[in-house]
């Protein structure tokens, strides 16, 4: 158990429709990352937030949003789905960004939430 | 921009067999790097990472890799694989200007047979 939990597991829903992905960091974890992983793209970055601020953006369609809130959970929101986005999502979090080096980056990760669109 | 490159896209080989994953990575600053495993049907786990000093980083499940700079490669080893170590296996590189987010490979899937 890597302590990053994932909710839910497993989502089907229809195309045009919206989701809600939510990810709770590791105790003491301020940074949260947000990943898509899909046969033809792989792992695919997102979205990085830190301490409540994003920090980082990947390859985010803008359909989808995050956010992470004074908790330090993270909400991933995918819209107008289409059924390219179904995929696994994983989320990760680390200590921090804090420009302190590199410990403390090290990412743990969620079991993943399986979305299906149909 | 930081990239990653696995050599391998799948790798069959039996038990007691020595296994080792090729991989390369771009960027022209300090990196972190990172191998990461992902057996079927559940999440990534850290099988061992390199941040600096000794090359030669040791990690869980009898799992070793070699950070070579001059190459830009931090290659996988293991001398003698098990039935259980089939799994999918990233490779992944962060660096402190990137944020320190993880770009991965594009994965091995290893497969071994008993």
Redesign the interface.
Known sequence: D?GVTQTPKHLITATGQRVTLRCSPRSGDL?V?W?QQSLDQ??Q?LI?Y?NGEE??K?NILERFSAQQFPDLHSELNLSSLELGDSALY?C?S?VG?G?E???G????????TRLTVV | AQSVSQHNHHVILSEAASLELGCNYSYGGTV?L?W?VQYPG?????LL?Y??GDPLVKGIKGFEAEFIKSKFSFNLRKPSVQWSDTAEY?CAV?S?A??????????TRVLVKP
Request: hydrophobic share 30%; no cysteine; aromatic share 24%.
């Open positions: 890597s940074s990352y990943y792989g792992l970055f990085q830190y920090r980082a990947g994983f990760a680390s960004t420009g080096g590199p410990y980056t090290e990412a743990f990760f969620g079991q993943g | 972190n990172f990461y559940q999440h990534l786990q850290l990472k941040f600096s990233f962060s402190e990137a944020g320190n987010k993880l770009t991965f490979g594009g994965g």
